[in-house]
């Protein structure tokens, strides 16, 4: 049996870092009869002061995921725990690297494997999106112009989890190995929607995503505060503390009456959650994937987001709207939109929002494309 060494800066049991923890949890459990797998990762969630109580910090743990048991090492403190990251490389026939900024989960890794040669596979996260880039952009573009000169990467395979992200790779890494297009793996869809009843002229929203710039939180809050009937509550650790303070919480003390933060919520809790809505809003400025706008569709909710992600169309699809983020009063018209909508209108965007989730999740034959992404 194949063996294949996973590296993600966070992984099980932490959740705060959003999406890309589900989908390798997804991809782990679906491919496990498969390969003998393992996971380099750190000792800390997303934001957070201490390390997970249950693990023995710089070690291999044996963790039961999901009912099943995996090899973990989850690394703390500076030290590079060269010796463990060696002798893991060695032990493997393949590495999975997510993410590409990390000294310790992508470069260092990277480093050892230049002298161990194993089978070495990349996926960015939608890190290299046009969007992310544009986030401390001198800083990425320097680190990444040197990894690129370096040739580390020459002989990597890359995976993309869209068309798109394909695109963005080859832009910045055009001399590659080879790029793989496989979609992420997300939670299975409900096998069946409940509709709420939803009254015209009322709209009870739901923010679920991390709480960055890069997200426009403050747009969509600016947009809700201007208007009558429109009510979100706001669920997702904050990441950029600066920005969280400087252009959400004001707007969001303005308005106690129709906006509330509800906190971190807790990867399970999701799909019931975000039911209990009428929509989901999400002003991203890029998303790889967008595992809130599909755990929105998964339960039949209608999403309203950017165009910059891989959800477009939507209006189109009868499943949500894509708004324009350069203005509010554009975002406030997307919003009325749906605030006027009938039970009528709003049931159809619900079965249609939920037959998108179906679409994308049966569509495709995920254990035998991860299979042969981690075997050719």
């Known amino acids: 049996m194949n063996k294949l060494l996973v590296f993600a800066e966070y992984y099980y049991p932490g959740y705060k870092a959003g999406g890309p923890i589900q989908s390798l949890l997804n991809i782990t459990e679906c491919i496990r009869e498969d390969f003998t797998i393992s996971v380099y990762t750190s000792s800390y969630d997303l934001t957070a002061a201490a390390p997970y109580d249950q693990v023995t910090p710089n070690e291999w743990n044996n963790i039961v995921v999901r009912g099943n048991e995996y090899s973990i090492f989850y690394k703390a403190g500076r030290g590079l725990q060269i010796r463990s990251l060696i002798r893991a490389v060695r032990k493997t026939d393949v590495i999975y690297l997510n993410g590409i900024f990390s000294s310790s989960f992508f470069l260092l890794p990277v480093l050892v494997n230049f002298f161990l040669k194993k089978k070495m596979i990349i996926s960015p996260r939608g890190m290299l999106q046009a969007g992310a880039l544009n986030v401390k952009s001198k ?7 040197l990894l690129k000169k370096s040739g580390l990467l020459n002989n990597a395979k890359w995976h993309a989890t869209d068309p798109v992200e394909k695109e963005d790779i080859a832009s910045v890494f055009a001399k590659n190995n080879g790029i793989v297009v496989l979609p992420n ?174 679409e994308y999740y049966f569509g495709t034959d995920f254990k035998a494309g991860y299979k042969k992404l981690f075997t050719s």
């Open 139 to 145: 800083k990425k573009r320097i680190y990444l112009f």
């Open 185 to 358: 793996l997300p939670r299975k869809p409900l096998p069946v929607i409940a509709t709420p009843q939803k009254e015209a002229g009322k709209l009870n929203l739901v923010y679920l995503s991390l709480i960055t710039a890069k997200k426009n939180l403050d747009l969509l809050l600016a947009a809700v505060a201007e208007m009558d009937n429109v009510y979100l509550n706001v669920y997702g650790p904050v990441k950029d503390v600066k920005y969280w303070e400087k252009k959400c919480l004001p707007i969001i003390s303005r308005h106690p009456d129709k906006i509330t933060y509800k906190g971190d919520l807790q990867p399970e809790m999701v799909q019931q959650t975000i039911a209990a809505y009428d929509a989901l809003a999400l002003l991203s400025s890029g998303e790889n994937f967008g595992h809130a706008l599909y755990e929105c569709l998964s339960v039949g909710r209608p999403v309203i987001t950017s165009p910059f992600t891989p959800w477009t169309d939507l209006e189109i699809k009868k499943a949500g709207f894509n708004t324009e983020i350069n203005n509010v009063s554009t975002v406030i018209a997307t919003l009325e939109r749906m605030r006027l909508m009938d039970q009528t209108t709003y049931k159809l965007f619900c079965i249609q929002a939920h037959h998108e989730a179906c």
